[in-house]
């Protein structure tokens, strides 16, 4: 360690020698008036500067505090939701039509699983409503390309974070919602790493806020939400059952999930809410997320650029059980339909409540090898492969889902193959990104 001394000014210079000073004999008083009479003009200039600064500061106090109130009154004035137009639509897009449909609100509803399950709501009669807030965690281009997908379908998404409880319970004032599909999430393993207090804002905070004023209404909706496979972390028992431990997350994205489960548990046990948790097994497809694996292999071999292939320790296969996202929706819808109204009413509990969770998943783990030499042969491009060992970032060696509970209590049953999926995958991201190269599969 670097030793710092201490540094002694040293005035030398400024100490008169003996004998070396030789007073003005002519006019001994001259210095010492001039010195006197120079206070009263330091002190009065002092005194000056000291009031411009403090006047200076008061007025930028001032201009400050009317900007920032400007600036909320502009914001006020300009926000995304709110006024009978608004409402107009709100209402128009949750209005159910179909004699048996349910009214959902569907959050998350531009992201990836979010625009499928909402398209598919609507086309069978139910009324739904969209929440975004098109953060930036990946392409908005592709957010704002699945909202307008969205209003096609007829589904209006509003835009609004769901921590933003005066706009939730705008939401249920203007529409009658019997369910809530929660899909809203700060997605990935790898980003909590760069960015984990975005994990902390959506994945629980914003749950909690959600589930707050799910309580507070009446009459309460049933809410059906997504959990994550990564809940079991670090479990080597395959293939991954409901029953399973999850205390271990491998990651702080695993740990956001694993914690929202145990907050579901309270608000189903204190307020009556019927709560189901969905967790999903690696889902893949068209319109899918640019931060997955299939996806960004996709865009690199076809550019030409190398892809890396994680190995485990002892060149041991990863593997993933890729779920096809269409029957990722299935699942979706089969848990809302079959999902008891809640029991509580005004924040109160009346009786025992449904809480449920059910593993989505394929069954079928496949190897990351596997999944690339079909990317190779549908994209007609050898892909540049580097082979490395799996870092320590929170990502586990493989996936597993054992479904039985979901089958049983569901009729959930996957009927999509990797390379089937695949092929459907590449033809979409072929005519989204490349329309000229769409035969080339």
Known sequence: MTQFKPIIASHIDDISSPGKFKPDKSSPWIPRVRLYSSFPKLTLWSFLFIALIVACFLVSSLSSSTSTVESNRRNLQNASWGGEAW??????????????????????????????????????????????????YYDIGLKQARRARLERAGVFVV??????????????????????????????????????????????????????????????????????????????????????????????????????????????????????????????????????????????ILKRKPITIFEGPDHATVARDFTYIDDIVKGCLAALDTAKKSTGSGGKKKGAAQLRVFNLGNTSPVPVSK??????????????????SMPTNGDVQFTHANISLAHKELDYKPTTDLETGLKKFVKWYLSYYHPKKKNAQ
């Open 159 to 300: 835009e609004g974070d769901i921590n933003n409880a005066d706009l939730l319970r705008k939401l249920f004032d203007v529409a009658p919602f019997t369910h809530v599909m929660h899909l809203a999430a700060q997605a990935g393993v790898r980003y909590a790493m760069e960015n984990p207090s975005s994990y902390i804002h959506s994945n629980i905070a914003g749950f909690v806020n959600l589930l707050e004023v799910c309580k507070s209404v009446n009459p309460q909706p049933a809410v059906i939400w997504a959990s994550s496979s990564s809940v079991y972390g670090l479990n080597s028992k395959v293939p991954f059952s409901e029953k399973d431990r999850t205390d271990r997350p491998a990651s702080l994205y695993a740990a956001t999930k694993k914690a929202d489960e145990a907050i579901a548990h309270t608000y189903n046990h204190i307020y009556g809410l019927s709560i189901t948790g969905l967790r999903f097994f690696t889902v893949y497809g068209p319109w899918g997320r640019p931060d997955m694996a299939y996806f960004f292999f996709t865009r690199d």
């Open 87 to 136: 409402e107009r639509r709100v209402r128009s897009s949750a209005r159910v039509r179909s004699r048996s449909g349910a009214c959902v609100l569907v959050t998350g509803a531009a992201g990836f699983v979010g625009s499928h399950v909402s398209i598919a709501l609507k086309r069978r009669g139910d009324g739904v409503l969209g929440l975004d807030n098109f953060n930036g």
């Open 371 to 388: 999944l690339v030499s079909i990317l190779e042969k549908l994209l007609k491009v050898k892909a540049r492969k580097r082979v490395l």
